[in-house]
């Protein structure tokens, strides 16, 4: 089973709740603006920073692991969000690109066919009427 997988199952077992407007589960963190996700990730990670200790003889942390996996959660969607953000801006670059090339392909086309000769022009649109 992959980590990803896992930690969703995780938060449905757990049934995680995110403090935000109210309090929301995981399936609606995939609707928040990416600037609430972020805030969000802030505010778990302050949290965080809260329950941990700088001490040398306890060295470990005593972080609530649910409040861990908030983290992850987050940070996974954030990073998918992103991805397919990129994706759209380099999609509408990649359409923009290929009007521009069919306008110029057009521009060539026009421009073959005004340095035909009339006759050829008047040979093409009879053969158009048979």
Do not use: C
Not at 3 to 29: C, H, S, W, Y
Not at 42 to 51: G, V
Not at 70 to 95: C, D, H, M, Q
């Amino acid at each position: 089973m992959n980590t990803t997988t896992n930690i969703f199952e995780q938060a449905t077992r757990m049934k995680l709740r995110f403090p935000t407007v109210g309090t929301i589960g995981v399936e609606d963190l995939w609707d928040l603006r990416l600037n609430l996700l972020d805030k969000l990730h802030q505010d778990l990670m302050k949290q965080i920073r809260a329950t941990q200790e700088d001490s040398l003889l306890t060295p470990e942390q005593n972080t609530d692991p649910a409040l861990l996996l908030s983290v992850e959660i987050v940070r996974y969607i954030v990073g998918v969000r992103l991805a397919e953000k990129e994706g759209r801006t380099e999609a509408a670059a990649k359409k923009a690109k290929i009007y521009e090339l069919e306008a110029l392909i057009a521009e060539k086309q026009a421009k073959e066919m005004l340095d035909k000769p009339l006759e050829e022009l008047l040979a093409m649109r009879a053969a158009l009427d048979e």
